[in-house]
């Protein structure tokens, strides 16, 4: 079965330091994975996806992520975080088969920018 | 502009009564999904459906029903046999192949008392 684990709950960060929010997932076959943000009391917004091809995907708001098919991970990065960045970040995994479409999302990593 | 509505943004009700929440969609997708999301838990599907008239049960499906009698439409009731309501509840869509991203709404936050 798919699943996802984003292994930290919380996460602190300086204005202007690097992030990078951990992403592991299980899925037999080659998966398709995605980075949403959600800002309080909001829907989720997609930052960006991998379906195939280049490792490295970059997406909206600077963000970028990579694929890594030996450790099953798909880290998001961020090189220098500004305070609107604090939100929730959820990684998802999509599934194939007779769940077409379907998503399964990690817990969720929020993330605090101090000033 | 395309997108997903959700009426309302909040919703207070008495514990044992029915409550139904909306969600329309304009983007012509085919495939619409429920998710209901409490502090800590993620994400957690509760129904979804691929075409008209056919959905399927998520992970968490005791307690609510739903219905797709339109291509745009999909509410969500939540029975008075689901033990704890309170939470935010979100509404998606997707085209429905494998690796369509999904598009969610704001969210309707219920509580229950």
């Known amino acids: 079965a798919q699943s996802v684990t984003q292994p930290d709950i919380h996460i602190t960060v300086s204005e202007g330091a690097s992030l990078e929010l951990r992403c592991n997932y299980s899925?037999?076959?080659?998966?398709?994975l995605f980075w949403y943000v959600q800002s309080p009391g909001q829907g989720l917004q997609l930052l960006l996806k991998y379906f195939s091809g280049d490792t490295l995907v970059q997406g909206i708001k600077g963000f970028e992520a990579e694929f890594k098919r030996s450790q099953s991970s798909f880290n998001l990065r961020k090189p220098s975080v500004h305070w609107s960045d604090a939100a929730e970040y959820f990684c998802a995994v999509g599934a194939g088969g007779s769940t077409l479409g379907r998503l399964y999302f990690g817990r969720g990593t929020q993330l605090t920018v101090w000033p | 502009d395309g997108g997903i509505t959700q009426s309302p943004k909040y919703l207070f009700r008495k514990e044992g009564q029915n409550v139904t929440l909306s969600c329309e969609q304009n983007l012509n997708h085919d495939a619409m999904y429920w998710y209901r999301q409490d502090p800590g838990q993620g994400l957690r599907l509760i129904y979804y459906s691929q075409i008209v008239n056919d959905f399927q049960k998520g992970d968490i499906a005791e307690g609510y029903s739903v219905s797709r009698e339109k291509k745009e439409s999909f509410p969500l009731t939540v029975t008075s046999a689901q033990k704890n309501p309170t939470a935010f509840y979100l509404c998606a869509s997707s085209k429905g192949n494998p690796g369509d991203e999904q598009y969610f709404g704001p969210g309707t936050r219920l509580t229950v008392t």
């Open positions: 899925y037999g076959a080659t998966p398709y």
